[in-house]
């Protein structure tokens, strides 16, 4: 069975820092590309950053220059680090893993408030 935690969200002021992170199991880590999401009360998912297996990063234009997604095969964990946090960046986050295979996985998210 697949499982993905989050942990990490919380409440920071503007111009604060938190670090999200997603540690999958029941997969191959490796394997999978692994993508944050976030969603807003009312507002549609958005895809924020990206890391394939390979290492390549994605992020939305909002974002780039703030935030930094990166993953560590060996303790089989994807983070998310947010800088220079806006309020327009609250929402929950979730993490999802993806294969070329059909895999297609969610976390539950974690919330992440920015506000003074």
């Known amino acids: 069975q697949v499982q993905l935690v989050e942990s990490g969200g919380g409440l920071v002021q503007p111009g604060g820092s938190l670090r999200l992170s997603c540690a999958p199991s029941?997969?191959?880590?490796?394997?999978?590309?692994m993508d944050w999401y976030r969603q807003a009360p009312g507002k549609q998912r958005e895809l924020v950053a990206s890391?394939?297996?390979?290492?390549?990063?994605n992020y939305v234009d909002s974002v780039k220059g703030r935030f930094t997604i990166s993953r560590d095969n060996t303790k089989n964990t994807v983070y998310l680090q947010m800088n220079s946090l806006k309020p327009e960046d609250t929402g929950r986050y979730y993490c999802?893993?993806?294969?070329?295979?059909?895999?297609?996985?969610w976390g539950q998210g974690t919330q992440v408030t920015v506000s003074s």
């Open positions: 999802n893993a993806n294969n070329m295979l059909g895999g297609n996985y």
């Open positions: 890391i394939t297996r390979g290492g390549t990063t």
């Open positions: 029941g997969v191959i880590f490796s394997l999978y590309d």
